[in-house]
């Protein structure tokens, strides 16, 4: 008898340890679609770094239920029809419950529309800003389970409007992609730009990947404009810039956001961008910004000022939190945790791993929280917006340089003003 309870505790013992050892190997598998290669690569790596570390930090404060936060990256090339087969195959296949990407709006959408709202799988893009995917919830196209961690150009639109006639930009020439990025920036920016009394001199779209765009320069460099509005990516934009300098273009340019880029800078000259200003969805500095900017560069290689670096890390961090609110790998249960990650009742809970523990535990005992993030504090509307302010920034020695902010209270009441 006394052997047969041994060997039944020791088997018992043996379970137990067989248990731990489970939970510790068991993984949450979050589907990443970035562009890693292509003329957004430079965002991509920046962003799937960004989600490594948040995951990284969860992990390492305890996880999610008893698991770790993985993720399954593939490289959407920058083109939407291969994003949409990553796509496709992590939610087929690999059934994930989330997909974080992609990071340009060319990519987000298709994945978007044809793979994600289809299977009411969550999405969250650090950041697609194009108005379409507003306008994708509105028509009820989305299955509200779409999500951003950046403005929409509707808004940056009208701040570079604001920024460009301050700056002493009365005549532009605008070139810019040819994808629903571009045409939709320029569209918002164009109407705003002409009330407050601007003048667009040509408007002259462009195909990707070119290996040249003297054509497109020609076109944009009739009617004597005083500067150039590129609405690019840092590798296409350097070709244009450079092409257009060396065709006697004004030097003084107005930049889009993703052309805030050491590599761009370098590319072109920075002797040759004395005169260049640019807008980026801003930040309300918060506990989470001087993690990020501390640490950030440590664990990636890459420069923590990459757009897409600060808000990629948001969408990780608000992903693998919604994921321990809601208990389970369920789709539609992380759907409604996305906003309760958020919650503006909630404790405030910022970047690392000791502020993450802090929210598990807060989880567990079923009260809110609040995260607070590196790009601050956010709330999505029911389309998965957020709203923010506007970084200003100017090129000064060939470094990016911060020129001032406009307030979410500042675009909104100029968006007021304009619609009157």
Same mark, same amino acid.
């Given at each position: /008898?006394?052997?047969?309870?041994?060997?039944?505790?020791?088997?018992?013992?043996?379970?137990?340890?067989?248990? +731990?050892?489970?939970?510790?190997?068991?993984?949450?598998?979050?589907?990443?679609?970035?562009?890693?290669?292509?003329?957004?690569?430079?965002?991509?790596?920046?962003?799937?770094?960004?989600?490594?570390?948040?995951?990284?930090?969860?992990?390492?404060?305890?996880?999610?239920?008893?698991?770790?936060?993985?993720?399954?990256?593939?490289?959407?090339?920058?083109?939407?029809?291969?994003?949409?087969?990553?796509?496709?195959?992590?939610?087929?296949?690999?059934?994930?419950?989330?997909?974080?990407? #992609?990071?340009?709006?060319?990519?987000?959408?298709?994945?978007?529309? =044809?793979?994600?709202?289809?299977?009411?799988?969550?999405?969250?893009?650090?950041?697609?800003?194009?108005?379409?995917?507003?306008?994708? $919830?509105?028509?009820?196209?989305?299955?509200?389970?779409?999500?951003?961690?950046?403005?929409?150009?509707?808004?940056?639109?009208?701040?570079?409007?604001?920024?460009?006639?301050?700056?002493?930009?009365?005549?532009?020439?605008?070139?810019?992609?040819?994808?629903?990025? #571009?045409?939709?920036?320029?569209?918002?920016?164009?109407?705003?730009?002409?009330?407050? $009394?601007?003048?667009?001199?040509?408007?002259?779209?462009?195909?990707?990947?070119?290996?040249?765009?003297?054509?497109?320069?020609?076109?944009? /460099? $009739?009617?004597?404009?005083?500067?150039?509005?590129?609405?690019?990516?840092?590798?296409?934009?350097?070709?244009?810039?450079?092409?257009?300098? =060396?065709?006697? #273009?004004?030097?003084?340019?107005?930049?889009?956001?993703?052309?805030?880029?050491?590599?761009?800078?370098?590319? +072109?000259?920075?002797?040759?961008?004395?005169?260049?200003?640019?807008?980026?969805?801003?930040?309300?500095?918060?506990?989470?910004?001087?993690?990020?900017?501390?640490?950030?560069?440590?664990?990636?290689?890459?420069?923590?000022?990459?757009?897409?670096?600060?808000?990629?890390?948001?969408?990780?961090?608000?992903?693998?939190?919604?994921?321990?609110?809601?208990?389970?790998?369920?789709?539609?249960?992380?759907?409604?945790?996305?906003?309760?990650?958020?919650?503006?009742?909630?404790?405030?809970?910022?970047?690392?791993?000791?502020?993450?523990?802090?929210?598990?535990?807060?989880?567990?005992?079923?009260?809110?929280?609040?995260?607070?993030?590196?790009?601050?504090?956010?709330?999505?509307?029911?389309?998965?917006?957020?709203?923010?302010?506007?970084?200003?920034?100017?090129? +000064?020695? #060939?470094?990016?340089?911060?020129?001032?902010?406009? =307030?979410?209270?500042?675009?909104?009441?100029?968006?007021?003003?304009?619609?009157?």
């Amino acid at each position: /008898m006394k052997k047969t309870i041994f060997q039944l505790t020791t088997a018992m013992a043996l379970l137990a340890v067989a248990g +731990v050892a489970n939970a510790a190997d068991c993984k949450v598998t979050v589907g990443l679609v970035m562009e890693l290669t292509g003329p957004a690569g430079e965002y991509g790596q920046a962003g799937a770094k960004s989600v490594e570390m948040a995951f990284r930090d969860i992990n390492a404060a305890g996880g999610v239920h008893g698991c770790d936060l993985v993720t399954d990256t593939r490289d959407s090339q920058s083109q939407g029809n291969v994003a949409v087969d990553a796509a496709t195959q992590l939610v087929q296949v690999k059934k994930v419950p989330v997909i974080i990407g #992609g990071i340009i709006s060319s990519v987000s959408i298709p994945i978007l529309t =044809s793979v994600t709202a289809p299977a009411k799988i969550v999405q969250v893009s650090p950041a697609s800003s194009s108005p379409t995917l507003t306008e994708l $919830g509105r028509q009820g196209k989305t299955n509200g389970i779409f999500f951003r961690t950046i403005t929409s150009d509707a808004l940056q639109g009208v701040a570079a409007a604001k920024y460009a006639i301050d700056k002493g930009f009365k005549k532009l020439a605008i070139i810019h992609v040819n994808n629903d990025f #571009g045409v939709n920036m320029v569209a918002e920016f164009s109407r705003a730009y002409k009330a407050l $009394g601007g003048t667009i001199v040509s408007d002259t779209p462009y195909n990707e990947k070119q290996s040249s765009y003297a054509s497109e320069v020609t076109a944009a /460099m $009739g009617g004597e404009p005083d500067g150039l509005y590129l609405v690019s990516t840092p590798v296409d934009g350097a070709t244009i810039a450079r092409t257009w300098i =060396s065709q006697g #273009g004004v030097q003084k340019f107005l930049l889009n956001d993703g052309m805030n880029s050491p590599d761009f800078i370098d590319s +072109v000259g920075a002797d040759y961008l004395k005169d260049a200003y640019g807008t980026s969805s801003g930040t309300s500095p918060t506990a989470s910004t001087d993690y990020f900017m501390k640490t950030y560069k440590d664990f990636s290689g890459i420069e923590p000022s990459n757009p897409a670096a600060d808000r990629s890390y948001d969408a990780g961090a608000i992903v693998g939190l919604a994921i321990a609110i809601a208990g389970s790998d369920d789709p539609a249960k992380i759907k409604d945790a996305m906003f309760k990650a958020v919650d503006p009742a909630g404790t405030p809970i910022y970047a690392g791993k000791e502020e993450f523990a802090k929210a598990l535990d807060l989880i567990k005992q079923g009260k809110p929280i609040r995260y607070e993030g590196v790009i601050g504090p956010v709330a999505f509307d029911k389309y998965g917006d957020i709203t923010g302010p506007f970084r200003l920034w100017k090129i +000064v020695d #060939g470094k990016v340089t911060t020129d001032g902010e406009m =307030s979410t209270d500042d675009v909104n009441k100029l968006q007021a003003q304009l619609n009157k």
